[in-house]
């Protein structure tokens, strides 16, 4: 076979259609499909959700207090009674309460997630395109002459794997659904896979993949036997696709919809469940661009349709990973390019804005709002929001808390060295030290036994003296018992627990005011 030959058939092989789970395209490419893993020691996996358009963040968090707000969205606004308080002065969107368990309402009761409001950069740019391209690489430039080439994912990534891609380990990096992600680009390439429909894929066939006879040892053939070793790794990473998503989809138990994000969120579930070794996962929604039809009195719209396939696809998918044992491994994020301008427009929609709200998720998040109160009262010289927090501080908590990179490190990956933590997520110290890390904190540093049949012991942990209100509820969220409900002084206290409660796995959850925090608790009897 001819090089030239070998070579357009090996790049149609890798890279000539997505792979389709459910019916979705699968995809995240590199000029070859190349693949790798994180060492044993970190099992910890990232999604991103990029919320294409500009989400609305006043009318995702709802001011219900600032009559400011009402003020500005006459029409279009959430009223205080339909909004959904679920901690502190908190008020959600009614439309991330839906869905069978209760959607990213009930997820911020139990202390699953988190709100980041007030999420920036300076001198925001207002163009789609640019925006999006500076949220996901991680550098602030509106500078048109400054080309923004490789995502902060990518970086990090090329950096933790140094021998890429001479080294290709056995599982895919990360996985993109639908589109492309500028995240996921290093210098080096897409950091990810590009595989075709796993019914049909057949790679290159073995019958043409033959040497001219004069190749030995010349740099053709040393080049055709890399290519070669490619394209056959491409099938068999196909195959670990193909074959995780089918051992993975039957221990599913959520309701997810057929289609749409959920059926993207029921695709990760089922690859994680299945056993993929996957680190980073990018998913999409689209349609958050709401000029026109944002919202009505009612509060129906364009908009709480959006926020309804959100909350109830991130719910069922946390409702999984908590069920199966394995939401301690998964952190998920939302990115949206901008939000809206806090005037409504005349058409019941908004128009371009800066400052937004962003979600962090998982059993590893220190549950609250991070970010004070938008001023409403005072607006830049655009009309728009101040934003107070850097799009980029959850990305540096990410690389940092989760993934293990340095501080150092960290900030090359990130090309910015001021970035204040907001403890967004709890404390990955494994070991003996993870409980005298989490205390002097706020948080619930364990039970003992784990597993328990009827008697264990709860651990707090509390900075300062506190109200404090501790539950224990279902996967499903049903409310089991209720183990606290008094004040406590600052420092460490051990609850006993007596509880009749079913074989399974529960969620535990400390409130006091308006924050939370979430552990899970094995019951075996």
């Known amino acids: 076979?001819?090089?030239?030959?070998?070579?357009?058939?090996?790049?149609?092989?890798?890279?000539?259609?997505?792979?389709?789970?459910?019916?979705?395209?699968?995809?995240?490419?590199?000029?070859?499909?190349?693949?790798?893993?994180?060492?044993?020691?970190?099992?910890?996996?990232?999604?991103?959700?990029?919320?294409?358009?500009?989400?609305?963040?006043?009318?995702?968090?709802?001011?219900?207090?600032?009559?400011?707000?009402?003020?500005?969205?006459?029409?279009?606004?959430?009223?205080?009674?339909?909004?959904?308080?679920?901690?502190?002065?908190?008020?959600?969107?009614?439309?991330?309460?839906?869905?069978?368990?209760?959607?990213?309402?009930?997820?911020?009761?139990?202390?699953?997630?988190?709100?980041?409001?007030?999420?920036?950069?300076?001198?925001?740019?207002?163009?789609?395109?640019?925006?999006?391209?500076?949220w996901l690489s991680g550098i602030n430039s509106s500078d048109p002459n400054v080309r923004l080439e490789t995502g902060w994912v990518g970086r990090y990534l090329e950096k933790r794997y140094p021998d890429f891609p001479a080294s290709l380990p056995d599982h895919p990096l990360a996985i993109q659904f639908g589109g492309f992600s500028l995240a996921l680009l290093s210098?080096?390439?897409?950091?990810?896979?590009?595989?075709?429909?796993?019914?049909?894929?057949?790679?290159?066939?073995?019958?043409?993949?033959?040497?001219?006879?004069?190749?030995?040892?010349?740099?053709?053939?040393?080049?055709?036997?890399?290519?070669?070793?490619?394209?056959?790794?491409?099938?068999?990473?196909?195959?670990?696709?193909?074959?995780?998503?089918?051992?993975?989809?039957?221990?599913?138990?959520g309701d997810?919809?057929?289609?749409?994000?959920?059926?993207?969120?029921?695709?990760?579930?089922?690859?994680?469940?299945?056993?993929?070794?996957?680190?980073?996962?990018?998913?999409?929604?689209?349609?958050?661009?709401?000029?026109?039809?944002q919202q009505f009195d009612d509060n129906t719209g364009s908009h709480p349709s959006l926020l309804t396939a959100l909350g109830d696809g991130v719910s069922q998918f946390m409702y999984d990973m908590t069920r199966l044992g394995l939401a301690d491994r998964v952190v998920g994020i939302t990115v949206s390019e901008f939000g809206r301008r806090p005037h409504e427009n005349g058409s019941f929609g908004t128009d371009h804005g800066a400052a937004s709200v962003q979600f962090v998720f998982g059993t590893q998040v220190n549950s609250g709002v991070f970010g004070n109160a938008y001023d409403l009262k005072n607006l830049n010289s655009n009309g728009d929001l101040f934003y107070q927090i850097d799009y980029r501080t959850v990305y540096a908590e990410i690389l940092t808390d989760w993934f293990g990179l340095t501080q150092q490190e960290t900030r090359e990956v990130l090309q910015k060295d001021d970035l204040d933590p907001l403890n967004v997520l709890k404390s990955q110290v494994s070991g003996a030290d993870s409980g005298a890390t989490a205390r002097g904190?706020?948080?619930?540093?364990?039970?003992?036994?784990?597993?328990?049949?009827?008697?264990?012991?709860?651990e707090l942990s509390l900075d300062r003296?506190?109200?404090?209100?501790?539950?224990?509820?279902?996967?499903?969220?049903?409310?089991?018992?209720?183990?606290?409900?008094?004040?406590?002084d600052a420092g460490v206290h051990r609850i006993p627990i007596n509880a009749d409660l079913p074989t399974?796995?529960?969620?535990?959850?400390?409130?006091?005011?308006?924050?939370?925090?979430?552990h899970i608790m094995q019951c075996v009897r």
């Not at 368990?101 to 997820?107: E, L």
């Not at 501790?470 to 409900?485: A, F, K, N, P």
């Open 187 to 253: 210098s080096k390439g897409r950091m990810g896979i590009e595989v075709t429909d796993p019914s049909g894929q057949k790679g290159v066939g073995s019958e043409v993949d033959a040497l001219d006879p004069d190749s030995p040892n010349t740099a053709y053939a040393t080049e055709y036997a890399f290519i070669a070793d490619i394209a056959s790794r491409s099938n068999k990473y196909a195959q670990a696709v193909k074959d995780a998503y089918a051992a993975g989809l039957p221990k599913l138990k």
């Open 465 to 488: 003296t506190s109200d404090v209100v501790v539950e224990i509820t279902s996967v499903s969220g049903r409310r089991m018992m209720r183990v606290l409900d008094r004040r406590l």
């Open 1 to 134: 076979m001819k090089r030239r030959t070998f070579i357009k058939s090996a790049a149609v092989a890798a890279a000539a259609s997505p792979l389709m789970l459910k019916g979705i395209p699968l995809q995240a490419g590199t000029p070859l499909p190349v693949l790798a893993q994180l060492p044993q020691d970190n099992d910890k996996i990232l999604l991103i959700i990029q919320l294409f358009g500009g989400n609305d963040g006043l009318n995702t968090v709802i001011p219900a207090e600032d009559d400011a707000y009402y003020k500005l969205r006459p029409r279009i606004a959430v009223q205080k009674k339909d909004a959904l308080n679920k901690l502190g002065n908190t008020y959600l969107h009614p439309a991330l309460g839906k869905g069978s368990r209760g959607g990213m309402a009930q997820m911020l009761e139990l202390g699953t997630l988190s709100i980041v409001q007030g999420v920036g950069y300076d001198n925001p740019n207002l163009s789609h395109f640019r925006s999006t391209d500076i």
């Open 504 to 518: 399974g796995t529960y969620i535990c959850t400390m409130r006091t005011g308006g924050r939370s925090a979430t």
């Open 256 to 293: 997810y919809k057929q289609s749409g994000f959920a059926g993207q969120m029921a695709s990760v579930g089922a690859l994680i469940a299945g056993g993929l070794k996957t680190k980073v996962y990018v998913l999409s929604m689209g349609g958050f661009d709401t000029h026109v039809t």
């Open 441 to 458: 904190g706020f948080a619930i540093t364990g039970n003992y036994p784990n597993p328990f049949t009827t008697a264990t012991t709860l």
